[in-house]
């Protein structure tokens, strides 16, 4: 994966610290806010236009669909593509749709077709910046910074998407909606021109296209299944999120209905649940250094455990900030971990089609974990939905153990 050692241009471009990193973490930061601004915004206002949750719906699916639809091309794309170039395109894409959507949204004439083909287009480009820009992260990092790499990015992409972004369409949309757009738009602008301050030194290598696009699909599908490192990671990651997105749906109607919350007191949980990945994005690193990685990846999904059985077994308003603090805490250990063994187990050449075929079976499992929860909580509860979800985390990280310890002798990429 590393250059020779006797590479100055290596040496001087590699590690957290260096130049090529905050360069692209900035990208990054710019495009998580953007995230996060529409993430708020175009639900809301799907919502406020059309009063009509099956609009909210329909569009809630655009978001998702390319996730399943067109991920997985898009990372045997990113392999054969320069990664600089991919985004600059990605990016300057998403900044045109969306400054179309202002336009529509000033004038008035948003309608759900508009919405709907919006949220398809922008979720779409981001699956070609999201491969490539998890490329560029391995090859500016290095090997030895990627849990510091991967700490980094999931804490800005934390507060851009959870946070900042939130907030500022909150603030915008109050006094002009189309102003949320705008801002999304600025922030794509932004991240298209600073990637090209990104030197071209640390351009992964790309395969040449030598196979068919479908052929270098499964490819990269066998490589997934044929790793047991790889399998592992990948497993776990798609189980846990089906699990927590079936707490995730029923929570927010247990707080409302168990804990007595008012519903201006729910948002304070998801506050707390992205302080408690802050700051698991900034000690995960150390922790790793200290007791291992595959230790503290064991350790995330028992920590996350922790944190969905207390909101059921301690009903108090306190207790549930704390345990949406410890979910936030072992998501975030989880996920810093989980990218970086990933992204060391894959070959370069491989990165984008590993890296799209992760987000296919991590996210493509969430839908279902959601669909289920509700039939499950309304033939039991809600708290039995949470307290079983929390059992079966627990059990999966006492199951996979053995396989996650496996990674420190895995063979690297």
């Known amino acids: ?127 070609f910046a999201d491969s490539a820009t998890q490329s560029l992260l391995v090859s500016a990092a290095g090997e030895k910074d990627l849990e510091r790499a991967n700490g980094r990015f999931v804490g800005a992409e934390t507060i851009g998407v959870e946070i900042a972004g939130p907030l500022a369409a909150a603030g915008l949309f109050a006094w002009r909606p189309s102003l949320c757009f705008a801002l999304t738009a600025s922030a794509f602008c932004f991240a298209a021109l600073w990637i090209l301050r990104v030197p071209p030194e640390i351009e992964p290598e790309r395969t040449g296209g030598e196979r068919s696009i479908f052929g270098e699909i499964r490819q990269g599908a066998v490589f997934v299944l044929g790793s047991p490192g790889l399998r592992a990671v990948v497993g776990t990651v798609g189980v846990v999120a089906l699990l927590t997105s079936a707490v995730n749906t029923i929570a927010v109607l247990f707080a409302l209905d168990a804990l007595g919350l008012a519903p201006s007191t729910v948002p304070t949980l998801l506050v707390c649940a992205a302080a408690g990945t802050l700051v698991a994005s900034r000690v995960t690193s150390g922790m790793s250094e200290r007791f291992g990685g595959p230790t503290v990846m064991i350790a995330a999904l028992l920590v996350l455990a922790g944190g969905m059985a207390t909101l059921e077994l301690v009903r108090m308003l306190a207790a549930a900030w704390c345990s949406y603090f410890v979910m936030g805490f072992g998501a975030g250990m989880w996920n810093v971990l989980s990218a970086a063994n990933r992204q060391r187990l894959t070959p370069e050449s491989m990165m984008g089609r590993v890296t799209s075929a992760y987000r296919v079976f991590a996210w493509g499992l969430m839908p279902l974990g959601a669909g289920i929860a509700g039939p499950l909580a309304e033939l039991t509860s809600p708290g039995t939905v949470i307290v079983v979800a929390a059992l079966l985390v627990a059990l999966v990280a006492v199951v996979c153990a053995p396989l996650l310890r496996g990674l420190d002798t895995a063979p690297r990429g």
């Open 1 to 127: 994966m590393n250059s020779a050692p006797g590479n100055r241009t290596e040496r001087a471009v590699r590690g957290v610290r260096g130049e090529p990193f905050r360069r692209l973490l900035a990208t990054w930061t710019a495009t998580s806010v953007a995230d996060g601004v529409r993430a708020a915004a175009l639900p809301l206002y799907t919502a406020v236009s059309t009063r009509d949750p099956l609009a909210v719906s329909a569009v809630a699916v655009a978001e998702v669909v390319p996730w399943l639809l067109i991920a997985l091309p898009a990372g045997a794309l990113v392999d054969r593509l320069r990664c600089r170039g991919t985004l600059v395109l990605a990016h300057s894409f998403r900044a045109v749709v969306t400054l179309l959507l202002v336009w529509f949204v000033h004038t008035g004439q948003a309608g759900l077709s508009v919405l709907l083909c919006c949220a398809f287009l922008l979720s779409s480009a981001e699956t």
